[in-house]
């Protein structure tokens, strides 16, 4: 019947919508991965506040950003549907643990699917809510958006109590130092949200921006952060190294010429993705 | 040899079934599985205890797929290649106890005690695991040349008996390899082309309506395959199901 066939599909087009959009993040992963190694170069962070420059503001970006959060919420929902609905096909279960041979990494792939998960709410409220203004983190903004938007001459500006803050008010120079604090040509960066409120209060119209770089420091000094993130790498290994194969399983693309060179790739790619994430985070936990 | 058994039993369909343990003893270490399994039942009808151990089997060589039980946490038991009629006692340890369950799978329904019902895998087959041929006058041996490497790999995987324990030893239940390796010996060979789009959607198509999970590629179905049926055959099916997605004649629509 016609509504039948619509509705219907079939478990393979199921699994293919699974490793389609796996398929995107394992893409993600990788550039994501090689950005963050642009942390360790010894720029005072000008190359990565660039970049982060470049993905806050980009209208191209944004539109990849919802592809990719589409793309994390319909592989874990379809991944989890599917292993909900295979649950059901064994009512009845075996008395005997199987002693089959088979790939932890494959047997194991919802629970650290499901783990990562836990990681990424986590990682989410270390970095990317506070682009969101959820949460509370480090921002930068332009030294250049300064110098051109209009002081607010009503503002009453005033040193805090350390009398940190300084006005510069000889004209052509309308920029102000917060003392203690890194500068570059660039921008005003490593700046607290009191900061910044205090800035928009003197400078109207001014665009602040997420510092991810001071952001990285900051919690990357931190022994237990460090650790943390070092298991969530691990789990994103063990469950990519399942997902490489799996993904050229699913889409057909497995012969036995393919078979080792596949194997090998999945392999390299998983310790070039654990390790590149890995180097950052020790990086800047050991001041590389 | 002496073992400890623990077997499951089930009247029927519709009963609770339960372990129940027997012992074994003076087994041959060159007893094959099977027949220790039919010393056993002549000393439970011999001694009047209970009703015969019911299990499947055929032909006792491997071949014809009958037999199947889940020994120890292994279909087939615990060796690589064989069916249970091939295992044999001396991969035991003087004993052991072993514990011998059903094939487990929404779709495999038990019958009774060790038998399950295996009609799905026919099922899967009516549906579209054959070629329509006009027969006739048996046509000459060469008159469709086959390369030799091609006709191997229909063979190996037209080497599958249907013999379920890819299901069996499945976390999702899925008869892919089963499936797989079907529409793979088909369509391997020039008389099983024409009809090969129609016939992946078909037999995927019964295959989900009939209970059986979806593959997540854990390969657990290799690892226990009597015949060695490889993960190839599992990519073939998807990929063959992905061209019948795309492909512009869908005569089976109807
Ligand atoms: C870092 C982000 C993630 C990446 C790069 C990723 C990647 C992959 C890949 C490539 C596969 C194999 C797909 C296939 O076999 O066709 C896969 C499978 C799977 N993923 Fe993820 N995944 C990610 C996050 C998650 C999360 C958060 C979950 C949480 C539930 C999850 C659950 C699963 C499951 C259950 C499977 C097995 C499904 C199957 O093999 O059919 N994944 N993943
Ligand atoms: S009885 Fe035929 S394969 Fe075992």
């Known amino acids: 019947m016609a509504h039948e066939r619509i509705v219907r599909i079939h478990s393979i087009s199921k699994k293919l919508l699974v490793g389609l959009f796996a398929s995107f993040l394992v893409v993600f992963l990788f550039f994501h991965m090689s950005a963050n190694l642009l942390i360790l170069l010894h720029d005072d962070g000008a190359a990565y506040t660039a970049f982060c420059h470049f993905m806050g503001t980009n209208p191209l970006v944004k539109v990849a950003e919802v592809a990719l959060f589409g793309s994390f919420f319909i592989h874990i929902v379809l991944a989890s549907y599917l292993w909900l609905c295979n649950r059901r096909k064994r009512p009845v279960g075996y008395h005997k643990r199987s002693r089959t041979r088979t790939a932890a990494a494959s047997k194991l792939a919802m629970i650290t699917g499901s783990l990562l998960l836990i990681c990424l709410v986590f990682h989410f409220y270390d970095f990317y809510l506070v682009k969101m203004n959820v949460v509370e983190g480090l921002y930068m903004v332009k030294l250049e958006e300064l110098n051109n938007s209009d002081i607010n001459e009503d503002a009453i500006w005033t040193a805090d109590e350390e009398g940190e803050y300084k006005e510069f008010t000889e004209t052509g120079l309308r920029w102000f130092e917060i003392t203690s604090k890194t500068n570059s040509d660039v921008w005003l960066n490593n700046l607290t949200k009191e900061d910044t409120e205090i800035l928009q209060q003197v400078y109207r119209n001014i665009n602040t921006e997420p510092d991810f770089y001071h952001m990285a420091h900051e919690k990357f000094t931190k022994w237990h952060i460090v650790l943390c993130y070092l298991l969530f790498f691990a789990l994103v290994g063990i469950h990519i190294r399942h997902g490489f194969e799996s993904l050229f399983q699913t889409f057909g693309l497995n012969n036995r010429r393919y078979a080792p060179v596949i194997k090998w790739c999945g392999i390299i790619y998983t310790w070039i993705i654990c390790l590149g994430f890995s180097t950052v985070t020790l990086g800047v936990f050991f001041g590389l | 040899m002496n073992f400890t058994l623990h077997i499951w039993r089930q009247k029927n369909a519709a009963a609770k ?152 030893a499945c976390k999702n239940a899925s008869a892919m390899l089963f499936v797989g390796a079907k529409v793979a010996h088909l369509s391997l060979l020039p008389q099983g082309q024409p009809e090969a789009r129609q016939r992946v959607k078909k037999m995927v198509m019964k295959m989900d309506e009939l209970g059986f999970g979806s593959c997540t590629n854990i390969l657990a179905c290799e690892a226990e395959c009597p015949k060695q049926i490889k993960r190839q055959n599992i990519a073939r099916l998807n990929r063959q199901f992905i061209a019948s997605l795309f492909d512009g004649n869908r005569r089976d629509d109807d």
């Not at chain 2, 015969?52 to 038991?77: A, K, Q, S, T, W």
């Not at chain 2, 069916?83 to 006692?89: A, E, I, P, R, S």
């Not at chain 2, 329509?132 to 080497?159: F, H, L, Y």
């Open chain 2, 17 to 168: 079934g339960k372990f129940e343990t027997y012992k074994v003893h003076d087994i041959s270490p060159d007893c094959s599985f099977l027949e220790m399994l039919d010393i056993l039942n002549e000393q439970l009808i011999h001694d009047k205890i209970a009703h015969p151990v019911c299990f499947d089997n055929d032909c006792r060589e491997g071949i014809c797929g009958m037999c199947g039980l889940y020994i120890n946490g292994r279909p087939h038991g615990n060796d690589d290649g064989v069916t249970t009629c091939q295992l044999h006692m001396r991969k035991f340890r003087d004993g052991d106890e072993i514990w011998i369950e059903p094939w487990r799978a929404k779709a495999f329904p038990v019958i009774c005690d060790l038998v399950v019902d295996r009609s799905a895998f026919d099922k899967i087959i009516q549906a579209g695991g054959y070629i329509s041929v006009t027969t006739g006058g048996v046509p000459d041996a060469n008159c469709i040349p086959i390369p030799k490497d091609v006709a191997d790999r229909a063979m190996d995987a037209a080497e599958c008996i249907g013999c379920g324990a890819c299901v069996a």
